[in-house]
Structures are given as C-alpha cells and as structure tokens.
C-alpha cells in the first residue's frame, strides 16, 4: 500500500531527527497519544518523557514543562504534538530560555506528518483522498432494518495491534457489516493478505469499493448483500470480523450461517467480535467458544475471539 510507504518515510525522517538523542513528546492530547503508540507498537522507540501543561490523566507519567530544568537540550529532541499557532509567546519564550529551537531540537510533528489530528485514518484521508472518519447513523441507511447499528471506525489502535497477534486473524478474513472498510484499511496495513467486507447499505458499499480503490487495494471485494443471507460464499473464508454491525435476529442468522458452513466445509474458523453485546448468541449453537478476551480501547474495553470446537 502507497500510503503505508509514504506514512514509513515521513516517520524514518522523524526517527532519523532524534538519532542518538533523547525524545520528549509535548503534547498528550488525541495526536500525541497517537504518536507515543505509532512510535512504541510500530517503530520500536520511547519517548524518555511526556510532557503536557493542563492534562491530568490517572495512571499517565506526565510531565510539566518545568522537568526540563533537569534535561539537557544538547541531549534532548522535543516533538510537538499540536500545531505550531497553538504555542503562546510565553511558551516560545519558556523553550528558547531552556534551550530549544525549531528545526534543531524541537520539532513540529503535524508540520512533517499531517497538519490534521494525527491517526492512521486521518493520515489516509490526508494522504489518499480516502472517507472512513465521518459518522453515518442509521437514519441516514439507505435500508431499513431494526438490528442495524451505525457505522463508524474501528478503533484503529486496537485494531493494528490485534492484527499483530498471532492466531486472531487467520487465513482469509471476512468483515460482515464493513461500513466504509475502515477496518479492512487497516488489516491492509497489517499485512493481512486477503480480506473482503459484506455492507447491506449501498451506499456505504460504494463508499468501501471507492475507498479501496484509492488505496491500490483492488483485489478487495465489497459484496454489497444483506448479511443473512451471504451463504454461498462463507466456506473461502477462515475469520469473520464483526465490529458490532447489527444485533437481534440478523446477528443470530448470520452465527447459524457461519456454523453451517463449518459444517460444510470442516476447518478451523475464527470469529473476532468486537463490542460483543450478544456473546451468548455467539456460544449458543454449540459450535463456536470463547477461547480469548482482549482488553482494547472499543466502548466495551473487550473484543472476544472465538474458535469452533
């Protein structure tokens, strides 16, 4: 994917800055801590330090600007999380006083990433034109079903670091419910070599296929299907994602088509469930059980793994 290559030389010329130095991140709002995680899970480097003037998180190591009294600048980079206009005359002046300076060892990182709020989806909409951030509620489906949910992105995080798990996704990976392809996006990035996506609305559909085709994933398919009944094509594929895309009687449906194709087709079958509202329904056949809980940043905390018998 181009935009992994173009995200990787952006990040390798921030890297390549901070060679043989120590690196203070400013700034832990949504960017920053995007970039503690993007650096720490993806690029293998800690920041020494986090450094913000107002937040108060429990359990977070932050720092106010006054420990760079005990650093010393010749040693030191500081990458700024937050735009450059964000910056008071008095914290300039704070920063000259303790010894540093823009383009020597304090350094912007929207100004050499991406001017909006720093993340891997907006970094594709930046960079390739792509739509997964916005919001679409039911009431905006060109459908009408009472089991629907609205569409909105997997927590991308969560989701690149799932992907890096060994055992969750195997094989050739299905997301039912796809919305955009947010997800599938993702998986993409991770290296995961063949994932499609079933989305009923096709509108959303169209949005997924488009998407995909500005990243150069062309060899995704979008079926544009109710997910009930998606049935021929279940025994091509190995994991099914659902990001909490419907609940009620299509849920149940779509668990009795998956256990029907392991009957079909013997395999071992994988179901990564995200915001798992209906767990029970998910055992209740008897073919599939809960073999893994991961703590992750969806509105649950939780996404459940499940492997057939």
Known sequence: MKAVESLNKKMHDVI???SGKQVILYGY??????????????????????IDDKKVIPG??????????????????????????????NDMSQMTAYGYEEGKNLFYLKDMIIPD????????EHECGTDFLKRVDQSEFDYESPDATAC?????????????????????????????????????????????GVEQSHMLAEIAMDNMKKLGEDMVAIFNEDATEFTDLLDMYDTFYLY????????????????????????????VYANP?????????????????ISTEFFLNIVNVYENE
């Open 16 to 18: 390549k800055k901070c």
């Open 29 to 50: 709002g949504k960017s920053g801590l995007f970039m503690e995680w993007l650096c720490s899970h993806v690029y293998g480097k800690q920041f020494a330090l986090v």
């Open 152 to 196: 909105g992105a997997s927590r991308e995080r969560s989701l690149l670091d799932m992907c890096q798990m060994p055992g969750i996704f195997n094989g050739k990976v299905l997301d039912f419910g796809c919305g955009k392809g947010a997800a599938i996006a993702i998986m993409k990035m991770a290296g995961i070599k063949e994932v499609d």
């Open 244 to 271: 909490d895309p419907f609940r009620g009687e299509t849920f149940k449906k779509v668990i009795k088509n998956i256990e029907e194709s392991v009957r079909r087709k013997d395999r071992k079958v994988t179901i």
């Open 117 to 124: 709020t720093l993340g891997l989806y907006s970094f594709l």
């Open 277 to 293: 509202w209906l767990h029970r329904e998910v055992e209740a056949g008897g073919v599939f059980k809960l073999v893994k809980q």
């Open 60 to 89: 977070a190591n932050i720092h106010r600007k006054i420990i760079l009294d005990y650093v010393d600048p010749e040693e030191t980079v500081i990458l700024v999380s937050f735009r450059k206009e964000r910056m008071t005359e």
